[in-house]
C-alpha cells in the first residue's frame, strides 16, 4: 500500500497482512477492517511517506513499514468516466 496515490482506491488482496508486521500490529489492523477484500481509499501522505486511508467511516493512520506490509491492487476503474 506504500506505493498507492492519495485518493487512489485499493483492494486489500488474498493473503492480506504480510508476516512482515508484528503478531500485535497485524492483530490491530485486522480488528480495524484492514482484511482481504477490503477497499480502502487513500486521503493523505504523512511526512515520512505514511498514509491515512479510509476504509468505510473509519480512518486509519499507517507508518511506511506498516504500509509496506499491506498487499493491494489499485482499482482501475477510478476516474474512468466513459
Do not use: C, F, W, Y
Not at 499507517?62 to 499491506?70: E, F, N, R
Amino acid at each position: 500500500m506504500d506505493q498507492v496515490a492519495v485518493g487512489d482506491v485499493a483492494t486489500v488482496l488474498p493473503g492480506g497482512i504480510t508476516s512482515d508486521l508484528s503478531n500485535t500490529t497485524a492483530r490491530r489492523l485486522l480488528h480495524q477492517g484492514l482484511v482481504s477484500g477490503a477497499r480502502v481509499e487513500v486521503l493523505q501522505r504523512t511526512t515520512g511517506s505514511g498514509r491515512i486511508v479510509s476504509l468505510g467511516r473509519t480512518r486509519v493512520a499507517l507508518d511506511p513499514s506498516v504500509a509496506q506490509g499491506i498487499p493491494v491492487e489499485v482499482d482501475k476503474d477510478q476516474g474512468d468516466s466513459s
